[in-house]
């Protein structure tokens, strides 16, 4: 139904900045809420932040202020800006989509994309 394919990952140093993008496909009427999680190898997978079909927010309360989640519905696309990076920041951040179909909800992830913060 839907796919995600994100970019933007690199290496950076700290302090600097990056922007992801994640750019939806398929079935995009579905979705209800799309954003970011990132991860560690070894770590649990965690929230970033998210932005739903009503255009509200959700940040993880460590990283807000420093993260902003944007989307483009006309280009079926969100991004996340990411500033003020540290060394901490470096994961693998994955685009998440929530889609409804009905009775029938459905969680469809990115094949991840890799950001590396130097010291």
């Known amino acids: 139904q839907v796919q995600l394919v994100e970019s933007g990952g690199g290496l950076v140093q700290a302090g600097g900045s990056l922007r992801l993008s994640c750019a939806a496909s398929?079935?995009?009427?579905?979705?209800?809420?799309i954003g970011w999680y990132r991860q560690v190898p070894g770590q649990q997978r965690e929230l970033v932040a998210i932005?739903?079909?009503?255009?509200?927010?959700n940040y993880a309360d460590a990283l807000k202020g420093r993260f902003t989640i944007s989307r483009d519905s006309t280009k079926h696309t969100v991004y996340l800006q990411l500033n003020s990076l540290n060394p901490e920041d470096t994961a693998v951040y994955y685009c998440?989509?929530?889609?409804?179909?009905?009775?029938?909800?459905?969680?469809?992830w990115g094949q991840g994309t890799q950001v590396t913060v130097s010291s």
């Open positions: 998440y989509a929530h889609s409804q179909n009905g009775l029938h909800a459905v969680a469809t």
């Open positions: 398929g079935s995009t009427f579905s979705i209800n809420a």
């Open positions: 932005i739903t079909i009503g255009r509200s927010t």
